[in-house]
């Protein structure tokens, strides 16, 4: 599968923005679908994943009531509702496709990347 991910931008603090991941192919919903972000000099870390029907939702600790993971398989798309947004919420943005098991948090479990999209949120 093939990932695309967009919405990426310059937001003030305490802004929102949405980020999308368009991905290839007919097999989507045979994914498990996550988000991650890599900030600059820092290890990429796990921001939410959704689980193939979309019914299950996890997230990590520093995201937790302000992001919003969701899946439209129609349309084979991923999305991460960003909102309260913070400073030390920018960088680089990731989509991820996994073909195992729902709740995997490690990006060495994930299968398949996007290219990236960069927020920055300015203070």
């Known amino acids: 599968v093939q990932l695309q991910a967009s919405g990426g931008g310059l937001v003030q603090a305490g802004g929102s923005l949405r980020l999308s991941c368009a991905a290839s192919g007919r097999t989507f919903n045979s994914y498990v679908m996550g988000w991650f972000r890599q900030a600059p000099g820092k290890e990429r870390e796990f921001v939410a994943g959704i689980n193939r029907s979309g019914g299950i939702t996890y997230y990590g600790d520093s995201v937790k009531g302000r992001f919003t993971i969701s899946r439209d398989n129609a349309k084979n798309t991923v999305y991460l509702q960003m909102n309260s947004l913070k400073p030390e919420d920018t960088a680089v943005y990731y989509c991820?496709?996994?073909?195992?098991?729902?709740?995997?948090?490690?990006?060495?479990?994930?299968?398949?990347w996007g290219q990236g999209t960069l927020v920055t949120v300015s203070s």
């Open positions: 991820a496709a996994d073909r195992g098991m729902v709740g995997r948090t490690t990006a060495h479990d994930y299968d398949y």
